[in-house]
């Protein structure tokens, strides 16, 4: 069973930044994809960035380019979203999100992702 766990939410100010971690298990993650989705309050989730395991292509969504950075490590099977510049908008629970890819296509939808960490509140305040 694939198991997703966020870490490293907290409070920040307006500019400041945050490194998120997602530690994942249960599977050998060669073949997915992992997804970092966002949840402002009162809103739906929205697709923030997403990193092939086995390439390390990256997609982002554009509200968060050149802020925001997707990466993995390997050896700790761990992926991390360093927010840099961070906005009130950026305001959010955030989720790591994993799916198996043997296309090579980016994957920016809820449904499209098969499991689900239990998210982390990043909250960014002026």
């Known amino acids: 069973q694939v198991q997703l766990v966020e870490s490293g939410g907290g409070s920040v100010q307006a500019g400041g930044s945050l490194r998120l971690s997602c530690a994942a298990s249960g599977r050998t993650f060669s073949r997915y994809v992992m997804g970092w989705f966002r949840q402002p309050p009162g809103k739906e989730r929205e697709f923030v960035a997403e990193?092939?395991?086995?390439?390390?292509?990256?997609r982002y969504a554009d509200s968060v380019k050149g802020r925001f950075t997707i990466a993995r490590d390997n050896a700790k099977i761990t992926v991390y979203l360093q927010m840099n510049s961070l906005k009130l908008e950026d305001s959010a629970v955030y989720y790591c999100?994993?799916?198996?890819?043997?296309?090579?296509?980016?994957?920016?939808?809820?449904?499209?992702?098969?499991?689900w960490g239990q998210g982390t509140q990043v909250t960014v305040s002026s």
């Open positions: 990193i092939s395991w086995s390439s390390g292509r990256t």
């Open positions: 999100a994993a799916r198996l890819d043997y296309s090579g296509r980016s994957y920016f939808g809820n449904a499209e992702y098969d499991y």
